[in-house]
């Protein structure tokens, strides 16, 4: 049978088993030394050296159970230079028989609570055997140090082997064996509780494995384990697992070689914090083009920020999640109770999408598969405290939105002096400036609490604005008449659900999320759910240039020449494959151009280049902007900006010299070159 599934077991697939994770593992550790020793004791004090020094130094609290035991390896190692790797400053404690004592006494603390499992706790493991269903035999890379998959696998019968021989017997560190006929691969880069150092003095190399707590034939005081001294305990620290020494070289070898032969690699409870696992996984997804990385944990924005950053854009179309849906899917608990894991990785190898939390121009709809250009340059121009939600150029000045405070700002470009202009706003999501008038125009929506029960409660309603830019006098253009909508809706008594509240609404707009001037002085055009809309200055009245209904809510609008639109809806959901469009006015007609993206927020046009500029928001764990060639909308994205935060509104000047963005840390200014 191939092997077709890996599996890669961090802390998180540990810590219902009551082995806590390394932060957790720290303070218990630490509470440990104060209950044993007291708080005068030159252990105790030793570690309060390090934590000040180390905080002194990096500017963050020492919490790391692995980062605390690479310290201590290095302050007494007196082959290995104080300024490699760590670098450590003068503040750190040198090295002295209290700091020797802290390191045993700290492999001596993870030796207990490593080997201390009871096999009843670990119950929710033993449907990691049934994936042999899908491959034997079945590699399981393994980060922790603990015994849990090594009784788990006793209890339930299953052969396994993690390089050494059955028995108890020594064995050189580099001669590890996993032969095809065991069942199970157990591949433990980072070390183990269970093996130990033998012959260290006479001949380097050797080791044994011992059987802990819970396993068969083991009495409940840790067996032959407590015969081994914790000096001799192979357990690594992050910065000094050394895959040059002992072990290592086979078992990244035997890592790599089950990654280059599987099509998917479950991440189960891990970070990926350290960097030599990290650089594995992506490249072997580099090197196996059939090989995708899921992630199951529950909170994976973080993991998959480093990923991104480490990957390149073009392997984010082969890292998914558990479940976008349910963020208990991605505790592991959840994930392999009742094979949920099993059964969804049976559909993935069977060549069910991933879920793709990161969008990529990959789509579905309208039109082929195009592929990433290489990412280009940007720089963050002016950083704003809460991030800018909507953006837009005035006469040698910007005017912008403050996310977090909803308020209106004038913005110096020369001096960085920040004015506010009007407040009181909720959920401003559009600006666009008239000169002629010298007024700020914006698009607002809001939930009502009054409908949190009601099955409308899903729309934004929304108003159109006016703000004098001299005065910062605001007032609405579009007003909601409450009394009105409550007459028709007690006529229709309430049936009809959404679509009959819309319908009843009087002076709101459903989901307005783009405005532009169409004629200064005399029109706007925004967006209104489904619908493009254009508001007389003059009169004040409501009008739909194209009558042609749009199948999703559009979400962005730009204008390429006086009477054709550019327009970017939504797309399906929940999937959210967005679309540009062309819409001609005066033939009442709409093109499809390109299409399948994720998360559309808005687009800016630029006719001396014919690009148009989009923006990707609702991303995981940041979004990005890219062009499109309107002339060859098909082809790779000439300018594409990765790694933005929160993009929302584009702003280009006159001459096309420089285009901004209003992002979740300020305005950014991407560079066409």
Known sequence: MPTNVTLLLGAGASVPAGIPH??????????????????SHELVLSLQGIEEAWEKERGTKLSDIERLYEILTFLNDISTPRSIPLRLPDPFP???????????ELKKYVQQRCLSVRARDLDYLRPISHFLRLSRPLAIIS????????????????????????????????????????????????????????????????????????????????????TFTHEAM???????KALTNGPFPALTLTAQKALAESKLCLAIGYSFADVHVRRLVLE?????????????????????????????????????VASARSKEFGLVQRALDQDWLLRRSEEWLAGTPIVLPFASSRGKIGGPRTRLSSP???????????????????????????????????????TGTLRTLATGFQNLRGLAFD???????????????????????????GQLWAIDVGTGLKHPITRIHWIRTGIGLAKNRMRGGQEAFWKQLSGGLRWPTSVIVEEPGRSLLFTEAKAVRRMDLRTGTLSTPIEIPLPFNVVGLSMETP?????????????????????ILREQRVEFLEGGWRGIGSIAYLPSRRLELLSQVGLWPRGRAFSLDLDAPTNPPQFSWEGLNQPSQFSVSRDEDEVLISTGDGIVDLQLR
Not at 94 to 104: F, G, K, T, Y
């Open 143 to 226: 980060l922790n140090y603990d015994s849990c998959l090594e009784i788990v696998m006793e209890k339930a019968g299953v052969p396994w082997t993690d390089g050494g021989p059955p028995d108890a017997a020594e064995f050189f560190a580099s001669q590890l064996d996993f032969p095809e006929s065991t069942d199970v691969h157990l591949i433990k880069l980072h070390g183990s509780a269970t093996w130990y150092h033998t012959k260290l003095e006479l001949e380097p190399g050797w080791m044994r494995r011992v059987r802990g707590l819970g396993q068969v034939g083991v009495s409940r005081k840790f067996g032959a384990a407590r």
């Open 435 to 461: 000169p002629t008038d010298r007024v700020l125009y914006a698009v607002s929506n809001k939930y009502h609490s009054w409908f949190r029960r009601a099955p409308w409660r899903r729309g934004g309603i």
């Open 234 to 240: 192979m357990i690594y620290p992050t910065l000094n």
């Open 94 to 104: 040198p090295r002295s028989r209290a700091i020797e004592l802290l390191e045993w």
């Open 22 to 39: 390394v932060r957790r593992f720290y303070q218990d550790f630490r509470d440990h030394l104060f209950r044993q020793f007291g708080g």
């Open 376 to 414: 280009s340059r940007w720089r963050l121009r002016h950083p704003i405290e809460g991030g800018v939600a909507g953006l837009t150029r005035g006469e040698e000045v910007l005017y912008l939105v403050l996310r977090t405070r909803q308020e209106i700002c004038e913005l110096n470009t020369r």
């Open 563 to 583: 009477g054709v639109l550019l327009v970017a809806d939504a797309g399906v959901h929940p999937n959210g494959f967005g679309r540009l469009m062309r819409a």
């Open 284 to 320: 072997a997804l580099s090197l196996n083009p059939e090989l995708k990385l899921i992630l199951v944990n529950p909170n994976p924005r973080e993991i998959l920020e480093t990923l991104y950053r480490d990957a390149g854009s073009t392997l984010h179309d082969r890292i998914g």
